[in-house]
């Protein structure tokens, strides 16, 4: 099956700081996704890309969709606080039929804040 | 606009007992995903429904695990016969259309004791 491979697996980081994980994988996907994940909580979407190529931001979160569609990175520029989760890729293919709509996640960046 | 609602957020079950997740879908949403969540790992994917019709099951164990979408009411995951493994988080989401909008309830977490 589809696997994606998330780095780093965590984080420890001063306030202010820049920080930048990234997903790789063995087969191309159609869109990629960011999603933050609070404790006890489902995840939450942060960045959708759809075009291979495609650089997009979301105030201090940029996101980057690689030109082979195998890959993506997200950066998360002068940390704060509240930045404190985990954080997930996800790709989604629209190979046809059935598994349109199936996402599938990387293993999470467990990303901590000092202040 | 409520958003996906799951119920109940925490479930306890001993093992040998049946769990029944709910999941309600945004206003306007006909199709479901459901993911189950081990601790520190990713959501895995398990099962996609359009009303009345599972679409997709390809990450469903064979055994005691089940999943429905009626016309009215929410999803139902549905696990026979719980056993210690079966522990994890279950989340619902939900989109308008194929893939699109994807939604994420808050999750139920399941514990068998």
């Known amino acids: 099956g589809q696997q994606l491979n998330q780095s780093p697996q965590s984080m420890f980081i001063q306030e202010g700081e820049d920080v930048s994980m990234n997903c790789t994988s063995s087969?191309?996907?159609?869109?990629w996704l960011w999603y933050k994940q609070d404790p006890g909580e489902g995840p939450v979407l942060l960045i959708a890309?759809?075009?291979?190529?495609e650089l997009t931001s979301n105030g201090r979160l940029t996101a980057q969709f690689g030109i082979t569609r195998k890959d993506s990175f997200l950066n998360i520029s002068a940390s704060i606080p509240s930045d404190v989760g985990i954080y997930f890729c996800a790709g989604q293919t629209n190979a046809g039929g059935t598994s349109y709509g199936k996402l599938t996640f990387g293993q999470g960046t467990i990303l901590t804040v000092h202040p | 606009n409520a958003g996906v609602m799951q119920n109940p957020r925490h479930l306890v079950r001993r093992r040998g007992q049946e769990a029944r997740l709910r999941c309600s879908p945004m206003k306007g949403h006909s199709h479901v995903y459901w993911y189950r969540q081990l601790p520190e790992e990713g959501l895995k994917f398990m099962v996609y429904l359009q009303k009345e019709n599972i679409i997709d099951e390809s990450g469903m164990p064979k055994e005691r695990f089940s999943a429905e979408f009626p016309k009215e009411g929410p999803s139902i995951l549905r696990i026979q016969q719980v056993v210690r493994g079966d522990s994890a988080a279950y989340f619902c989401?939900?989109?308008?259309?194929?893939?699109?909008?994807?939604?994420f309830g808050s999750g139920t977490r399941l514990t068998v004791v």
């Open positions: 989401a939900s989109s308008h259309d194929r893939g699109n909008g994807y939604t």
């Open positions: 087969s191309i996907f159609n869109t």
């Open positions: 890309l759809y075009k291979a190529g």
